[in-house]
Nanobody
Framework: QVQLVESGGGLVQAGGSLRLSCAAS????????MGWFRQAPGKEREFVAG????????ATADSVKGRFATSRDNAKNTVYLQMNSLKPEDTAVYYC????????????????????WGQGTQVTVSS
C-alpha cells in the first residue's frame, strides 16, 4: 500500500508558476499510474493530469492544456505537476492519486479509478 504526500503549493500571482510534487512511500511506485486532481470551494473534484506508470502516456484536462504538465521520476518515487501561466480559476486544493496497474500505458481521468490519495496541497492564485 502506497502513501502519498503532496508539496509545493502556495500563493502565487496570476501568470506565475508553481511545481507540485507528490512523494510516494510504502509501495512499488513504478507500478502505479498517477493522477492529479483539484477541488475548489463549492465545486466537484476534477481531473487535472495523469501519467502511466511507465511515463509513456499522459493525459491533461482541456482547462489546463498547454499550461500544466505532469511527469514522474520513478527513481525518486515522485510525480510532478508543473503549472505555468496560472490563473485565479486554478485556485484549489490539489491532490495526487495512485492506482496499482499492469498496462504500461494505463491512465485514467476518473477519480473513482484511483485507490490511493494524498492529503492535498493548497494552491491560491491572486489576480
Amino acid at each position: 500500500q502506497v502513501q502519498l504526500v503532496e508539496s509545493g503549493g502556495g500563493l502565487v500571482q496570476a501568470g506565475g508558476s508553481l511545481r507540485l510534487s507528490c512523494a510516494a512511500s510504502g509501495g512499488t511506485f513504478s507500478s502505479y499510474a498517477m493522477g492529479w486532481f483539484r477541488q475548489a470551494p463549492g465545486k466537484e473534484r476534477e481531473f487535472v493530469a495523469g501519467i502511466s506508470w511507465s511515463g509513456s502516456r499522459t493525459a491533461t484536462a482541456d482547462s489546463v492544456k498547454g499550461r500544466f504538465a505532469t511527469s514522474r521520476d520513478n527513481a525518486k518515487n515522485t510525480v510532478y505537476l508543473q503549472m505555468n501561466s496560472l490563473k485565479p480559476e486554478d485556485t484549489a486544493v490539489y491532490y495526487c492519486a495512485g492506482r496499482l496497474v499492469a498496462p504500461r500505458s494505463w491512465v485514467s481521468v476518473a477519480s473513482r479509478d484511483y485507490d490511493y490519495w494524498g492529503q492535498g496541497t493548497q494552491v491560491t492564485v491572486s489576480s
